[in-house]
């Protein structure tokens, strides 16, 4: 991921559309199709669409923590919460 796309985005103010075009940049096409996010204080709030998705943004948590801090900035979101509508 190019650190100046990352430098921008941290600069700009944090919106629901900054968020999820973070959101899709750390996750890839397939997952962002499946999911909605929102950020509540610093915890993402991720919806999939069944439980099969649910459980791999789960087992990709970590690394889907350390993509968004390098989006976000480090300490903007501490946890994921992955539930399916």
């Given at each position: 991921m190019p650190d100046a796309l990352a430098a921008v985005l941290q600069k700009a103010?944090?919106?629901p559309d900054k968020v999820?075009?973070?959101?899709?940049t750390a996750v890839g096409p397939s997952v962002d199709r499946v999911t909605t996010v929102e950020l509540k204080g610093r915890v993402l709030h991720v919806q999939t669409t069944d439980a099969a998705?649910?459980?791999e943004v789960e087992r990709s948590?970590?690394?889907i923590r350390?993509?968004?801090?390098?989006?976000?900035?480090?300490d903007l979101?501490?946890?994921?919460e992955v539930t399916v509508t």
């Open positions: 103010p944090l919106t999820a075009f973070a959101w899709r998705w649910q459980r948590a970590g690394l350390v993509r968004l801090g390098t989006l976000l900035g480090d979101v501490r946890g994921l």
